[in-house]
């Protein structure tokens, strides 16, 4: 079993960062993704970024390059997500989630942990 926490989310201005934290615990997987998702109201969970925890390799969807960046801690077992130049359309609940699978992964239902989630909310 694998349990995910997220950490970090809160209300920010257009324009500030934020940093979320992925804390996994139990028998992860270090070949295996840890992603990050999002949802806002009245839309489809949307992929964000992911990181293979063993090589580092990361993955990022198109919208978030260059904005977001993941990354991972190993002593603290924690995944982040750090998100610059926040914009009112990033305003959602973002979800941390585990895969069994060996390889980058960008597709919810290739995931099989996920976290309670963390709200966002970006607005002046």
């Known amino acids: 079993q694998v349990q995910l926490v997220e950490s970090g989310g809160g209300l920010v201005r257009p324009g500030e960062s934020l940093r979320l934290s992925c804390a996994a615990s139990?028998?992860?997987?270090?070949?295996?993704?840890v992603g990050w998702f999002r949802q806002a109201p009245g839309k489809e969970r949307e992929f964000v970024a992911t990181i293979i925890w063993s090589t580092s390799r990361t993955y990022y969807a198109d919208s978030m390059k260059g904005r977001f960046t993941i990354s991972r801690d190993n002593a603290k077992n924690t995944v982040y997500l750090q998100m610059n130049s926040l914009k009112p359309e990033d305003t959602a609940v973002y979800y941390c989630?585990?895969?069994?699978?060996?390889?980058?992964?960008?597709?919810?239902?290739?995931?099989?942990?996920w976290g309670q989630g963390t709200q966002v909310t970006v607005s002046s």
């Open positions: 139990g028998r992860t997987c270090s070949s295996c993704p």
């Open positions: 989630a585990a895969s069994l699978r060996l390889d980058i992964v960008s597709q919810s239902h290739e995931y099989n942990y």
